[in-house]
Every structure is written in structure tokens, then in C-alpha cells.
């Protein structure tokens, strides 16, 4: 199954917020824009124990939230899930709605309240929730009419409740299909029942961006290295491993030793004379008392586990919590890693992976393979993960990436519409492998789009030598501008519309080249969106060159090295500190836009 939407209320810095979920989904934003509160959120809506205080409910001006809401909707449920889930509730479940609401006493004490979607029957029999002492009649009658079978009022005929708390889910099971199904209930889940969900649900493996190595090194049921020890252990025990099994009785041998049973005392004689001792002394205070001295019985797989260790081998054998975070950030990838291989070809495993900025600590062509994994582990798992490097973010995929902003003391969020991926060039991808710098536009707090490398030189070296038209202006840098090189006009449609969706403002910068042809239609998708982005109150811009820069300029006609002419007029305006007045006005007109776009609210 997959987590395709989730919808989350008074968490932290989210007022209120939906995201829809892809498989491999990249959350991008600035800090404390609240990435991390929404894989905090997924946490919590998956947690077997919810804990919270009252820092993690959402303040805002003249606004403070009593109650977290966390709302998760699955899809993709195979069919042994659907089983599963049958088997607990008794209907046909397509998709599973999940609800938590968490709210907090005046003792600062948090309790939760989880709730699920249940499908009902059209013929209310058939809801295992309807089943009662008072209504265990109506199935009696049912089967006296034929319409439900004997067995569902269990071996002695009576139809006891608990009787038809088992068999009716096993006649839903069996005959699934001829049910006619109407809306769902939702239904307050605790007890049994919600430790089965949580069984059936994905479990959350959370990496969080500054954390312990010790909390991945150190064996647990819940990180990657204890579920690769288990994986072990379990497979010797299958394979009746002799050696295993000699050391499970010399521990069952000493336990014996140890571990008090009633009516039976194998313990220590040496243990029993200590108990006899304490319990001597406490009675002389406390007179219908005793002293019990009893040890949990260990297993074997839980003790090796204890004393197991990580050590890396770097030229001095230390243990990895002892090496630098880079070191102790490959570890924990080389475990992911590890636990991907062990995945392929396994179709029992149900994991959703969290992971904050995996890029930390590793340098580029790491982060590039670290990339690599994460997506190669989503053919297997669900990845959601939390980034500012433009390296994790794949511009041949823009529909994963989810930007986060904070607007007004609340998390926002936008994606990519429908409408922008049709204009997806087949060339992004190799765009994207030639130049991966473009995707730092999803970080940016407003873009410069331009179509080839004559264009950037001109606005790096105006960027450079800024001071000389203005003392005071900041570089581009400084005002979160980032230029983006398109690689040519035709993918300007494709970038100007992923702009508008994500509200980034943006300045497009481009040729106009022929009135006729492919050039007349792109000239006018590019005008269409920047029209479409003001429209919707981004601050957009557009500047033309007729038919092209260098004839606009009037630099004459350039055929071949085209960057090297326009560096070469730069240098001779600077030496002579005589500077054309289309190069100032374009200048003014980029740093205008750059300083606007940062004052503008949606940024």
C-alpha cells in the first residue's frame, strides 16, 4: 500500500495543510519552513504510542491550537492486505482512511483518539460493528430464511456474539464480491483492533537529519540494523542451524538457574540463600512481606544483539560513534543500502521511510549515489524525503517535488499541476544529466530564465561589476535570484508554468527570433504564462530581443563564438566605464525584478 494524501491540522507550524504523496516525493523549502513537521506528522499518524507537548501544538497570531489532527489516506492495498484487514473489520477495504486527534490536558498530559473509515454493507448484518446480544436474534432469523449460512452462528448453533464476531468477517472474506457495499462509517479504533491496524499499516523508519549514531548502529526492532539481525537469526533457526540450536539450550540450561518457577525451584542455591537474606531483613520491618529475586528470560537473539558493535576500520579500528559525521553518515546509508539488497525480490515488506536532508555530510558524487538508493529502494518502499540540495531533485520527475513555504506564521504548500507536465520536454532528462544546476531553481526566491550560455555570461559579469552602476545594490545571490540557462526557447513554456504552479516569480529572458512557425507558437506559450503568473499575483517579467540579443544591441551578427564576443564588449565597456544603454536599462530592469520579487508577499 502506499500513503497517497495526508491532511494535517495544529501540528507545530501547519495551521492546516493536504499533500498528496507520489512513491519517491521530495519535500524542498527553506529552513523552518516546515518540511520536517510534515515527516514528524506521518510519524506520529503511523506511531504505536503518540507522544506530544504543548510546544507541539500550532501557535499563530491570535490563534492557538487545543487539538493536532492528522488525517491519512492509502491506496495501492494488495491482496493480502485487504485480507488482513478483512479479518480484523470484517469488510472489503479498496483504500484505508486513517484519523488521529491528539489534544493535551492542563497537566500537560496527551491522549489520542484514532479513527478509521469502515466500509458497511448494504444489508447491516453484514457489519461486524451491529453485532450485539441484542441483535444476535436477527441472525438467527437470518438463517432460519436462508439468507445467511448456519456457520456463521458458530459450532453449537446458538449465535453467540463472540461466535459472530468471528464467523461473520470469514463469510465477508469468502464471499467479498456478491456484497452490495454503501458508504463508509468511521468508527473510533483502540484496543486490539488498533494494534492490528498498526500491524497492517506501514511501518515509519524515520532518519532524522541531526541524529545519534548510536540510535542506527545500536540493534532495535525498529532501525535498519536491527531488522537485518533479525532477518539472520530468524533464517538460522530455520535452516535448523545445529550451532544455534546447542546455544539455545545451554541458555534455556542457564536460565533454568536463575528464573524462578512456582512449584518447582531450580534456581541457585547461592541466589535463594540472598532472596531468604533480603527477605528476612524486610520482614523485620514489614512482617507479611517477602523478597522475590527474578530475571526476565532472554533470548538468544536479543542477547547476542546486546553486545553487538559497529567498529570502521579507517587506519585506527574505533567504534563508528568515535569517527566524524561523515563517516557516521555513510554508515547509516551503507545500512540502507544493505537492507535494499536484502529487499529485491521480497514482496512481505512494508516500510515507509522517512528521511531528513540526506545529503548532509557527503560530498556531491555521494549525495548523487545516495540519490540512487533512495530511489531504487521506492520500487520496494515508499520515500518521502526532505532536502535542500539540488542534487536530489530531478527535474525529469518535477511531479515528486512538493515546495514548502511559510507564509503568515503557517506552512503552505505547492506542486505541479496537470497543466505544466504536458508541456515536459522529452529532452529534460538529458538536460537535466548535462546540467543538474537548473533544479536549484526549486530553492530559489525568484529565477532569471535564459536561453543559452551568452545570456549568463552577460548577467554573471553584470552581476560581478554591479557596483558600477550602483554602490549599494546586492548581488543576485544575496537576493535569492537564481539564473537558470534553459538550453534554448523551446523548454522556456516548460519552466515559465513550473514557475506559475510553484509561485516563484520570475524574469524570462529570450530572443524572438522568426513571426512564423515553432518559433511564433513558443513566443506565445511564453507570454500566455507569464500572463497566467501575474494573473494570479506573481511578480513576472519579460524581456525580448528583435530578432536576437546581438542585433537588438546592435553588436552586429554573430555566427560563432558568441561568448566570446559579448565577454569581449564587456571588458572594453568596463575599461572605458562607458556603458550602452541597453546593458543599464537591462540591468536596472534585473535587479528591480530580483529586489521586488523578495519584498513580494508570496515569498
Known sequence: MRL???????????????????????LVGENSSGKSTILQAIDLLLADRVSVDELDFHRSTGNHADTIKIRGIFTDLNEHEQEQLSKVFGPVFETIELRRIITISESGRSSTTTYLQIPQAQNPLLNPGYISGSTKKEYQEAVEKGDLPESILGSDGKGNVGDLKVQIPVYIAEHR????????VEQEIKGSDLRELLNILPETLYVPAFDRITDHVTPKSTNILGKLLDKIFAEMEQDGNTEMARLNRILNNLTSKFEYKAGKDTRLPELVHLENKLSEFVQS?????????????????????????????????????????????????SLLRTYLEELSGRGDANVLFLVEEPELYLHPQAQRVMLDVLRRLSDYEQVIYSTHSSVFIDLSHPEEVRLIRKLQMTTQLDQ????????????????????????????????????????????????????????KQRSLDELGCQVVVTDGKFAMPFYTSLLNDLKIPYFVIYDHDSSRGQHEETNGHITNNVSRGRKQGLVTQEQVFHPFLEKD??????????????????????????FPTSYTNLCESVYDFADSARKSPGT
Not at 507550524?13 to 521530495?26: G, H, K, R, T
Not at 536549484?440 to 535564459?450: G, Q, R, W, Y
Not at 544591441?553 to 562607458?578: R, T
Open 416 to 471: 505541479i499541476s496537470e497543466y505544466t507536465l504536458q508541456y515536459t520536454p522529452n529532452e529534460t532528462r538529458l538536460l537535466t544529466w548535462v546540467d543538474d544546476d537548473r533544479a536549484e531553481l526549486f530553492f530559489a526566491k525568484s529565477v532569471i530564465l535564459v536561453e543559452g550560455d551568452t545570456e549568463k555570461v552577460l548577467l554573471g559579469w553584470m552581476n560581478q561589476q554591479r557596483y558600477e552602476i550602483d554602490k
Open 285 to 333: 520491618v514489614m512482617p507479611s512481606s517477602s523478597v522475590r529475586l527474578d530475571f526476565e528470560t532472554p533470548q538468544l537473539h536479543d542477547l547476542l544483539a546486546s553486545h553487538f558493535e559497529i567498529k570502521l576500520d579507517d587506519g585506527v579500528v574505533t567504534p563508528v560513534d568515535r569517527k566524524g559525521h561523515g563517516a557516521q553518515r555513510t554508515m547509516i546509508w
Open 4 to 26: 497517497s494524501q495526508v491532511y494535517i491540522s495544529g501540528f507545530r507550524c501547519i495551521d492546516a495543510l493536504e499533500i498528496d504523496l507520489n512513491q519517491f516525493a521530495a
Open 553 to 578: 544591441w546592435g553588436l552586429g551578427e554573430v555566427s560563432e563564438g558568441k561568448v566570446d564576443k559579448m565577454l569581449g564588449h564587456l571588458e572594453e565597456w568596463f575599461e572605458k566605464k562607458e
Open 177 to 184: 464480491d456478491e456484497i452490495d457495499w454503501g458508504e463508509p
